[in-house]
């Protein structure tokens, strides 16, 4: 009876994985890779980019904005689709690479700062919309930012953190509004960081890991 048990508990246990990996490739011809390895997709991006960001939209789909070409920061975008493919969507309204990109809880995608096309940090931000797959303005950051990271909070604003400009790493740290579509502070970090890495933990603590001071890497880490 013991051995019955556990051999349908086992094949429970495989039926919901098998289901779950269903499910997180939709259907679709891309393929999980086995466990604990890396498979290349069927498709390349529609451009080659260094310093873009990417967020995961709600369809599934991932956006992947700007980044460095061969000419510098692209104003260009492309989602990776569920099959493995990247299609092109409309263009942000500036070029940045080094920005930060994340998804609002209502599905949108906040991009902000980078660096534009003459080397400087920007304080412009801006919403992609995925229904109707247009760009929008939003307000602008306190301070321009490149290098820095964006952490969604659970009551939908997003914590931007660090980030450099004019080469100087950057200690304070934003908050970006959706409601009111406005940049608010939100204090300063114990160490200046930038090309850090930022996680959220539980009760909306948000660990911030390494990155640089502007002239060493950092071994430290602060929540």
């Known amino acids: ?32 890779p086995s466990s604990n390895t890396w498979a290349p997709t069927p498709g390349a991006m529609a451009e080659a980019r260094a310093g873009a960001a990417a967020a995961l939209l709600s369809d599934g789909r991932v956006l992947v904005s700007g980044g460095d070409g061969a000419a510098g920061p692209v104003a260009s975008a492309e989602t990776f689709n569920l099959d493995g493919s ?22 949108r995608v906040l991009v902000a700062g980078g660096l534009t096309a003459d080397s400087s940090a920007t304080t412009s931000a801006e919403i992609f919309d995925p229904a109707a797959g247009a760009w929008q303005a939003a307000g602008a950051m306190l301070e321009g930012r490149a290098g820095a990271t964006a952490t969604l909070l659970s009551d939908g604003r997003v914590l931007v953190a660090g980030g450099e400009n004019s080469g100087a790493a950057s200690q304070s740290l934003e908050v970006f509004d959706p409601v009111s579509d406005s940049f608010l502070p939100a204090g300063v970090m114990s160490t200046p960081r930038k090309d850090h890495a930022a996680a959220r933990l539980a009760e909306d603590h948000i660990l911030l890991i390494g990155g640089s001071d502007g002239n060493v890497s950092l071994a430290t880490s602060e929540v």
Do not use: C, E, W
């Open 86 to 107: 990247f299609s092109p969507v409309a263009a942000m309204s500036f070029p940045r690479s080094r920005h930060v990109s994340v998804a609002l809880k209502d599905g």
């Open 1 to 32: 009876m013991r051995n019955t048990k556990r051999i349908f508990q086992l094949l429970f246990a495989t039926a919901l994985l098998t289901g779950l990996v269903g499910y997180l490739v939709h259907g679709s011809t891309l393929l999980a």
